[in-house]
């Protein structure tokens, strides 16, 4: 398993961006498919994006699609997700994960085997 670190969240305004970045360790990130997935209060936790191990497939909630990217530096061991025209109703905590299932599709989810972070709080205020 890889170790997950997430950071760059905050508070910001609707329509600002944030850029979160998810460190791993371990020497076998780039073959790990990797993804982001929020959990806002009182809510279950949702797919945001998700990468393939080779970062040319790429996949986005309906929500975020047009404004969020995900992207990967498998030199850097680092998935990142760019955030764009941020909204009130994008507020949550973000949470990095990984598996050696590669991402497929905007299903993609984590195996029983794969790795999550702990989070890293993202406020939008209207």
């Known amino acids: 398993q890889v170790q997950l670190v997430e950071s760059g969240g905050g508070l910001v305004q609707a329509g600002d961006s944030l850029r979160l970045s998810c460190a791993a360790s371990?020497?076998?990130?780039?073959?790990?498919?990797m993804g982001w997935f929020r959990q806002a209060p009182g809510k279950e936790r949702e797919f945001v994006a998700a990468?393939?191990?080779?970062?040319?497939?790429?996949y986005y909630a309906d929500s975020v699609k047009g404004r969020f990217t995900i992207s990967r530096d498998n030199a850097r061991n680092t998935v990142y997700l760019q955030m764009n025209s941020l909204k009130p109703e994008d507020t949550a905590v973000y949470y990095c994960a990984g598996d050696q299932f590669n991402a497929h599709s905007s299903r993609w989810y984590p195996t029983s085997s794969g790795s999550w972070g702990r989070g890293t709080q993202v406020t939008v205020s209207s």
């Open positions: 990468i393939s191990w080779s970062g040319r497939s790429t």
């Open positions: 371990g020497r076998t990130f780039s073959t790990y498919g």
